[in-house]
């Protein structure tokens, strides 16, 4: 470990990591580049000085109330129109993923250095993002977390391509996914107003989601309603969220818990690919049961990468407002049941 920094040289270090890893890491496409890249910025910062800096608490939930706002942007009238007249079905695929996500976690747990509560939510399928920035309110290890979660949504981008070329082989091209808002002050405002209200509320709820949840809500709120248009979070607003959350996780890894999780990583591997099929698996079952085709089965029910999900089912031709019912479906279910999960496995496990 080398000498002590000053806070600023420390904040500075972090910072110039950050822009300089996240622009890499965005020209390869990566996924989640900005949270990757300070995740290792705030590593690089705790392995290599004693200096303690730390994101103050009022920002980071706000970083957790702007993750919370772009998960909440994506509802729309057609999804849930899809998901009232599909509840049998929906309601199996997701009991099924959430008992795959709990299987693979409680295999995970097998190990001695990994506790039932950290294994099943760095497996559980949908919402990675949301899910790191409540692991460590809800009683898991965020550092582990963060890690197995990532690595899964890299596993199922990097299969998603390869599967849906290989075994499905549609035609490109069809479309492309709607990105733009509502132009910057109907953005902003939308913004504002969700985390304005929706963080007012997780302090009256005291909810251990609620940071996340609240705003979320608002923002469905919103959206549903329509009075600011197409609004969504800016992107530079999205950026500085997921690196405030990555900074945050990044400064608490130590050499122990680094060489802990190099340790498991064959294990989580192979429990990701095993997930990864059985998905898999799922969505060839929705494709018998429904009349939905199999392509546009395969990725609603795949573990991971809503935004790239929904780019590949617009490039592919396949029924985007399904594959969006259902992926958005999932991860409002598991955001929501992330609370009483913890605790219900807190309560049998210690």
Partial sequence: MTGERSPRASLALVV????????????????????FASLIAGMAHALTSPTVIAVPKSLYRMAQGVI??????????????RISHELLPIGVVLVATLLLSILAGRLLALRSDVSVVTGVFSLIAGGASGVVAVARDLGADERVVTVVQYLRVLVVLLAMPLVTAVVFHPSHGHGRLASAGAGWLRDLAFVAVSLAVGLLLARLVRFPTASLLGPLAVAVVLALGGWLGDARVPTPIQWLAFGLIGVQVGLRFTRASLASIARMLPTVLALTVGMVAATAAVGAMLAWWTPVDGLTAYLATTPGGLFAVLSTASDAGSDVTYVLAVQLCRLLVILALTPLLARWLSARHG
């Fill in 68 to 81: 919370g706002v772009v998960i909440g942007a994506v509802v729309t009238l057609p999804a849930l129109e």
């Fill in 16 to 35: 110039g990591l950050t822009v300089v890893l996240g622009v890499a890491m965005s020209l390869v496409h990566l996924p989640s580049a900005v949270l």
